[in-house]
């Protein structure tokens, strides 16, 4: 399996920080990564695909870089509404795997 | 646009098998190049994708799992569906449905809202 490790797992800043949230792969997995935005008590909602197309709807704040074995989440200017948890997801083999979760607090 | 939903029973015993559907709507869920997937997470703890179905009914699974998965597909009530059997409480978790879309690279959106399941006696 292809483990995805998130870092950090926890992090707390401040309306207005910039903030990254790296996602490293076992192995490489070319752009086939997902990230994911997760508020308490609702579904995952899709950020960004293929590591950098932004999806529809989403902010400009939020972007997403990186091919191979690592890849960075980044929000430019954090407002309110983006504290929630953020998790990555691979989609270049089976089994589809997800970093463990990074937890984005209010400092 | 297409929306899902899960429905099914919140509670299981234990050895019993779970049962869920996800029933698609805004779209026919035998159409386009689609894979439709289940992924779980249990309470407080990160997300566990357990299989999927393609539009034309082959299936991925979990290798953790597949022993005691069955993911399947009902064209005529546009809905498909998932069974996990011999359950414990390992298995107590909100699960959720999603459609695989290929653009680029593959994606899951949209998702079901998701369905707690509690296995207990």
């Known amino acids: 399996d292809i483990q995805l490790t998130q870092s950090p797992s926890f992090l707390s800043a401040s309306v207005g920080d910039r903030v990254t949230i790296t996602c490293r792969a076992s192995?490489?997995?070319?752009?086939?990564l997902a990230w994911y935005q997760q508020k308490p008590g609702k579904a995952p909602k899709l950020l960004i695909s293929?590591?950098?197309t932004l999806q529809s709807g989403v902010p400009s704040r939020f972007s997403g870089s990186g091919s191979g074995t690592e890849f960075i989440l980044t929000i430019s200017s954090l407002q309110p509404e983006d504290f929630a948890t953020y998790y990555c997801q691979q989609l270049n083999s089976y089994p589809i795997t997800f970093g463990q979760g990074t937890r984005l607090d209010i400092k | 646009q297409v929306q899902l939903q899960e429905s099914g029973p919140g509670l299981v015993k234990p050895s019993q098998t779970l049962s869920l559907t996800c029933t698609v709507s805004g779209g026919s869920i035998s159409s386009g190049s689609y894979y439709w997937s289940w992924i779980r997470q249990p309470a407080g703890k990160g997300l566990e994708w357990i299989g999927r179905i393609y539009t034309s009914g082959s299936t991925n699974y979990n290798p953790s799992l597949k022993s005691r998965v069955t993911i399947s597909l009902d064209t005529s009530k546009n809905h498909f569906s998932l069974k996990l059997s011999s359950v414990t409480a390992a298995d107590t978790a909100v699960y959720y449905c999603?459609?695989?879309?290929?653009?680029?690279?593959?994606?899951?959106?949209?998702w079901g809202q998701g369905a707690l399941v509690t296995v207990s006696s």
């Open positions: 293929a590591a950098s």
């Open positions: 192995q490489g997995i070319s752009s086939y």
């Open positions: 999603a459609r695989e879309t290929y653009n680029s690279g593959w994606y899951a959106d949209p």
